[in-house]
């Protein structure tokens, strides 16, 4: 499938022919997808009308990566211009961090899958010039994520980056408070400490009361939702660790594919064929889960990152409606190949249930080894060997222990390169992908009120851990949660 009409063309190549959809069926799916009111809906989405209804809010990821300015207006007002003044201050911090040997970057799910994923991505762009600068990512409440953090970094020359939309999640604002107490015991003195922290939210009241100086908050904003949030300054460290040229191209990319995704017609836009044929074999296959396969080792935490983005933006039971959904997120799972061959594709040529793959490779080598060239032939050989296998499969004359069945929907998406622009294609892509999936399903796409629960409840028993000697705290649990409260609090 591929676009040549000027500003409907894709930076990157989508072939779904092994999906086995003929032009008919094709024909269908478009009709379902139009009578859900697809069309009126993308409109939507650029235009900034309020989409996450839950929420009251508008989805203007896209305005981020708008490097024209064209205006976009929430509740009429123009939001470009703030947008411009945060990228002038990231800007400024790429100039300011000159001599700073440790970035350590504070944020949990959305405010740490997307820049951890592109930082780790773009290490293999030649063409990009690498600051000498460690970024290390801190996520985890697990202390020895912490841990590992602090013995890699040196105090002095590190700069603290809380990353946060709400500024409320208790696993950020723990590791918050921890790193500030690493630095104050290596004795730095206030203005030093004011001078290392920055924030990056939607909460500027409560950074500033955490004690990070004004002009040190990178503000966004309540219409970018956290998975979507690569592109504010959420993405900072990409541009601390890659420039801020490489970030914008970044940006570049991910616009160049919501112009496509925008303007191309329904029978050649990329993000719909991938949600149309994933629909599709839910429908017609009860396909439950997606496995993504990239061949490129620097594209490990592709999946991860894509986990978040599809399953927390459409694991729903209920629609926009207030009705039950038919069908909603699959589960979605993968790593990079080659090594992926090694360990579930057993189960995806020959398991009983059918799951649908798609392969994402990089024509251009990906190393500037001697040898890069050989190993990068036999990395496509592999990924085109695996995708075949699983279309056409194989019938062996006597054992059926080696006869596959084939006939397992496959996707194949080609990059010339793995670089900033086309990484943010990629991601702009999926995320389009997600979209069109949520009118399909008939979802908000953009809220996650199921994520609360959980941490509603940890605070309770985090009580109960803390206070053994109190057994009224015990009092509001079912019997198995209170016996392993119990259990673990025995001496
Ligand atoms: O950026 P924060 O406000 O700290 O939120 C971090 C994460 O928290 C929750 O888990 C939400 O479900 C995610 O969507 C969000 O990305």
Sequence with gaps: MTNTAHNTESPLYVD?????????????????????GFSEKRKALFSGKKINQSENRAVLHTALRNLQGDPVLVDGEDIMPAIQTVWRQIEQCCNKFVGITDIIHIGIGGSDFGPRLVCDALWTDDSVAKTS???????????????????????????????????????????????????????????????LLYA????????????????????FWDWVGGRFSVWSAVGLPIALKFGFDTFKQFLAGAHAMDQHFLNAPIEQNQPLALALSLYRN????????????????????????????????????FGLDHQPVATSSVSVFGSAGTNAQHSYFQMLHQGTQVVPVDFIAIKAPLSNLPCAEEHHRQLIANCLAQSQALAQGFRHPTDQNHTYSGNRPNTLIWLARLDAYNLGALMALYEHRTFCLGVLYGVNSFDQPGVELGKKLAKPIDQALANPEDTNLLAGFDDITKSRIQWFNLP
């Design 133 to 195: 600068v460690n970024v290390h990512f801190l996520s985890n409440i697990d202390s020895a994520d912490l841990a590992r953090t602090l013995a890699r970094a040196k105090p002095q020359s590190t700069r603290v980056i809380i990353v946060s939309k709400t500024f409320t999640t208790l696993e950020t604002m723990q590791n918050a408070q921890s790193v500030l107490k690493w630095l104050t015991e290596a004795k730095l003195t206030k203005t030093q400490l004011s001078n």
């Design 16 to 36: 779904t022919l092994y999906q086995g959809i003929n032009s008919f069926q094709w024909r269908e799916l478009f009709d379902i997808v139009e009578k859900k």
């Design 200 to 219: 990056v939210t939607t909460n500027t009241d409560a950074a500033l009361q955490f004690g990070v100086k004004e002009e040190n908050i990178l503000p």
């Design 282 to 317: 839910q429908l017609k296959r009860d396909v439950k889960s997606q496995a993504i396969i990239p061949y490129a080792q620097a594209l490990n935490l592709f999946p991860t990152w894509l986990q978040q983005l599809e399953m927390e933006s459409n694991g729903k039971t």
